[in-house]
């Protein structure tokens, strides 16, 4: 069974840093494009970054220079690692398997939450 | 990275069809057939319904069906029921490799 399970989120104040974790289960991350979504509260969905399995990354123009998404195989989890945070980017942040083909993510974990706040 | 466009609500009355719209560019839903749709209930992570525009994941039901025409994109889901209740949101793949999603749709089941 595929699971996806996020770890990290918390209260942080502006221009800190945190590393979100996301441990996948019944599946190799390195086979598969991983993607980090992030939903502010009342909000809507927001892209935030992917990796693909031959490594590339990419950004959302919100977070880039600021985020890195990275993984290890070994241990068969994705990072998220977010510097200089500002309170725009406080929401829930979902990590979600890529489908099908490019761009649909079907499978989803259940969410940090991370409340960049003074 | 503007988001798709999608109506804040849509209502219909149990048995009914409804259809939401998402509104995108010729860079994401007009370049590509890369269109995806999730049902979202609160508190809850999203849950991918149809995807590549039309194509129903293992499980999901076929009162819900895509499609798309230009630059839109359509979510209709046929014989409404209660359980319909909740968010959904539009996708799609950009020409910059980037994803955008819209801003969401809330149904509700009168």
């Known amino acids: 069974e595929v699971q996806l399970v996020e770890s990290g989120g918390g209260l942080i104040q502006p221009g800190g840093s945190l590393r979100l974790s996301c441990a996948a289960s019944?599946?190799?991350?390195?086979?598969?494009?991983i993607n980090w979504v992030r939903q502010a509260p009342g909000k809507g969905l927001e892209w935030v970054s992917v990796?693909?399995?031959?490594?590339?990354?990419y950004y959302a123009d919100s977070v880039k220079g600021r985020f890195t998404i990275s993984r290890d195989n070994s241990k068969n989890t994705l990072y998220l690692q977010m510097n200089s945070l500002r309170a725009e980017d406080t929401a829930v942040y979902y990590c979600?398997?890529?489908?099908?083909?490019?761009?649909?993510?079907?499978?989803w974990g259940q969410g940090t939450l991370v409340t960049v706040s003074s | 990275q503007s988001a798709l466009t999608q109506p804040a609500s849509v209502s219909g009355s149990p048995g009914q069809s409804i259809t939401i719209s998402c509104t995108g560019t010729?860079?994401?839903?007009?370049?590509?057939?890369?269109v995806s749709w999730y049902q979202q209930y609160p508190g809850k992570a999203p849950k991918l319904i149809i995807y590549?525009?039309?194509n129903r994941p293992s499980g999901v039901s076929n009162r819900f069906s895509g499609s798309k025409s230009g630059n839109t994109a359509s979510l209709t889901i046929s014989g409404l029921q209660a359980d319909d209740e909740a968010d959904y949101y539009c996708?799609?793949?950009?020409?910059?490799?980037?994803?955008?999603f819209g801003g969401g749709t809330k149904v509700t089941v009168l």
């Open positions: 996708s799609s793949y950009r020409t910059d490799v980037s994803v955008v």
């Open positions: 990796i693909y399995s031959v490594g590339s990354t």
């Open positions: 979600a398997r890529g489908g099908h083909s490019y761009g649909d993510f079907d499978y």
């Open positions: 010729s860079t994401d839903v007009g370049h590509y057939n890369y």
């Open positions: 590549e525009v039309f």
């Open positions: 019944g599946f190799n991350v390195s086979s598969n494009y």
